[in-house]
């Protein structure tokens, strides 16, 4: 079965601190990963997609087959990138582009 | 870019009743438009995957009948909550696809809040 999991619920850090968002998927194929985010009384909004191999606000994130993982690292937090951020993925398998989400982690960085 | 509305932004209604949301593409024109509901802490749940002119294609555990999506045009889509009952109460989020860059992007509405009472 399709499934993205994001084990972390809650993750702190403090200012300048590195950060990783992990993301584990379950897909049968070839997936496209992404990764979304949602900032206080804001709508969701894409963030990155693995396909295009850019870095956003000083993120990025590899999608390793081997480990069927689309981790999001940051190597230095900024209060500002504290938010709900969601792993997705689609595939070929899909006739659309329809996005299966994980659960969120909730990032909180500190002053 | 392309922005996604929805209306109602909030909306309160009474056990058995019926509500409707619009999901609107502003300045681009979808063909395809998905129905989320999002509870409390808890991630997106895809309900139905809306193209227009066609009838909507839902997600297993999902009543059709109970939630009714009309995709009339290439910029709207609406969904109908029938018969509402409190358990029904979420957040409830459409999306709007189209292709930028290449890629197909989903762009989100910024949600309708609906508590039955």
């Known amino acids: 079965a399709q499934r993205v999991t994001q084990p972390e619920k809650l993750l702190s850090v403090f200012k300048g601190a590195p950060v990783e968002l992990k993301c584990n998927y379950s897909y049968s194929g070839s997936p496209e990963l992404f990764w979304y985010v949602q900032y206080s009384r804001q709508r969701l909004q894409l963030l990155l997609r693995?396909?295009s191999r850019e870095s956003i606000k000083g993120f990025t994130a590899d999608l390793n087959k081997g480990e069927t993982s689309f981790h999001l690292k940051k190597p230095f937090a900024q209060e500002e990138d504290s938010a709900m951020y969601y792993c997705?993925?689609?595939?070929?398998?899909?006739?659309?582009?329809?996005?299966?989400f994980g659960t969120g982690t909730r990032l909180q960085v500190f002053p | 870019g392309a922005v996604v509305s929805q209306h109602p932004s909030w909306v309160i209604c009474k056990s058995g009743t019926s509500v409707k949301i619009e999901c609107r593409s502003l300045?681009?024109?979808?063909?395809?438009m998905f129905w989320y509901r999002q509870f409390p802490k808890q991630s997106l749940m895809l309900m139905a995957t809306?193209?227009?002119?066609?009838?909507?294609?839902?997600e297993q555990g999902v009543e059709k009948d109970k939630f009714l999506i009309n995709h009339a045009s290439l910029t709207l889509s609406t969904l109908t909550v029938t018969s509402a009952h409190p358990e029904d109460s979420s957040f409830y989020i459409c999306?709007?696809?189209?292709?930028?860059?290449?890629?197909?992007?989903?762009?989100f509405g910024p949600g309708t809040r609906l508590t039955v009472t």
């Open positions: 999306s709007a696809s189209a292709t930028g860059q290449g890629f197909y992007e989903q762009y």
């Open positions: 693995h396909i």
């Open positions: 300045d681009f024109q979808a063909t395809t």
């Open positions: 809306s193209n227009e002119g066609s009838k909507a294609t839902y």
């Open positions: 997705a993925l689609s595939g070929p398998a899909y006739n659309t582009d329809k996005l299966i």
